[in-house]
């Protein structure tokens, strides 16, 4: 009797570059390795480098090949002719079956290009998120839709960024609607508890004062924007001495030179380097309020049943905006301060914000 041949493991290169992309494609590592169906193939680019390398250590990921293209301050030109390059190279010498990109960084842009110049078909993960705005995010809005439109299946979070891809002439079959693997990243932390991986965080956090969680990076609110967010949080502490405000600061060193002038001597303003991933989602959770730009932490903040103040004037992420557990309040100083006064003195306000979704 002859033997059918064992079919040949189908080959995707899971291609990222930046700490979200990191996060997100860090349970399908996993689940691609554990199938015998595929063989996963990591490929980074280092668009982020302490950061990345961060997030592999919390879930022991080792690439399989690291571009390395970090180089401090580089232009978005730079990260993009490097990561185009490189992943190319990479491709051409070994020919996966399919290319898998995550959201929209330009890491994701430069990984589905590269794949569609080869002729490899590319899958997209949290494909479908849109603000409507060209220019904010920048320049993510236009690497999610030239994503789009390099790649053969889209995996989309919701229905709603289902929706999105439809109206942009994606073919329905093309389509599915897989949730987000922020939210596997999250639970998987939430099952290993993680310290905050800094002594002066657990000796300061170990008490019960209210903790204010704040991240900010975006392109477009570097400079003025970001100035202002740091003048709110130096109002807030001082009229909520007993809050303390914490702020894991990314590593672009723009965040630094707006944030810190405006928030000298305020003792309950504690400014750190990034925490790693499990001792961040732990200070979700210790978090009463969270004051953020990031994608990510709108989806992991109400998961977790935190009112989110997004500090934009838009989100691709609406629909926890409507489930009322994000609130966009934008940049503007006085708005910040009073958004989140109301939600330390109005105990109503508070609850309707803090619904888990
Ligand atoms: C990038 C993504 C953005 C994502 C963000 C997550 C693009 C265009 N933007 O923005 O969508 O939300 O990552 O954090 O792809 N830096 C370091 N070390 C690091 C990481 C960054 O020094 O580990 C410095 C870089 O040298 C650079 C600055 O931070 O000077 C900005 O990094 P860059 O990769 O250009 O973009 P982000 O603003 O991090
Ligand atoms: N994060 C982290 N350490 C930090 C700050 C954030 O691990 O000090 C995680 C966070 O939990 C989320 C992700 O980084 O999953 C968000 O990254 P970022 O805000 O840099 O990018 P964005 O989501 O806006 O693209």
Redesign the pocket.
């Known amino acids: 009797m002859s033997t059918l041949p064992t079919p040949r493991p189908f080959t995707v290169a899971l291609v990222y570059g ?3 992309e990191a996060i997100k494609m860090a349970p399908l590592v996993r689940a691609f390795t554990n199938d015998p169906r595929f063989r996963p193939m990591v490929v980074v680019t280092g ?6 390398d961060q997030v592999h250590r919390v879930f022991d990921i080792t690439p399989d090949v690291d571009l390395d293209i ?5 232009t ?1 030109t730079e ?1 993009t002719t490097r990561s185009l390059n490189g992943i190319g190279a990479v491709l051409q010498a070994n020919h996966p079956d399919a290319v898998l990109v995550q959201g ?4 994701t842009f430069s990984g589905a290009l590269a794949a569609f110049y080869e002729q490899i078909p590319v899958i997209h993960t949290e494909a479908g998120l849109r603000t409507g705005d060209a220019s904010s ?1 920048f ?2 809005e236009i ?1 999610r839709r030239l994503a789009t439109q390099l790649a053969e299946l889209h995996l989309a979070p919701t229905w709603e960024s289902r929706a999105n891809l439809l109206r942009d002439n994606v073919a329905e079959e093309r389509v599915h609607v897989t949730g987000n693997t922020v939210i596997d990243a999250l639970l998987w932390t939430v099952e290993h508890p993680f310290p905050y991986g800094s002594p002066m965080l657990e000796a300061r956090l170990g008490g019960d004062h209210p903790v204010i969680l704040v991240t900010a ?1 975006r ?1 477009e609110s570097l400079g003025a924007p970001m100035a202002r967010i740091g003048r709110a949080l130096a109002r807030i502490a001082a009229a909520h001495p007993d809050h303390l405000i914490v702020f894991p600061m ?4 723009k965040v630094r030179e707006a944030i810190m002038p405006q928030i000298e001597g305020l003792s309950n303003i504690i400014t750190i380097e990034p925490l790693s991933y499990g001792g961040f989602c732990r200070l979700i959770a210790r978090s009463s309020i969270i004051l953020t730009d990031s ?1 990510g932490v709108q989806e992991e903040g109400p998961a977790l049943g935190k009112p989110v103040l997004v500090t934009r004037d838009n989100t691709e992420r609406p629909e926890a905006v409507h489930s009322g557990t994000v609130r966009l309040i934008g940049t503007d100083e006085d708005v910040i301060v009073d958004a989140v006064d109301e939600l330390i003195t109005s105990p109503a306000a508070y609850a309707r914000m803090s619904r888990a979704v």
Not at 70 to 74: D, E, L
């Open positions: 930046t700490r979200p668009q982020h480098r302490e950061m990345l970090h180089a401090p301050g580089h978005l990260i929209d960084t330009t890491t995010p320049p993510e690497n990076h392109r990314h590593r672009n060193p994608g």
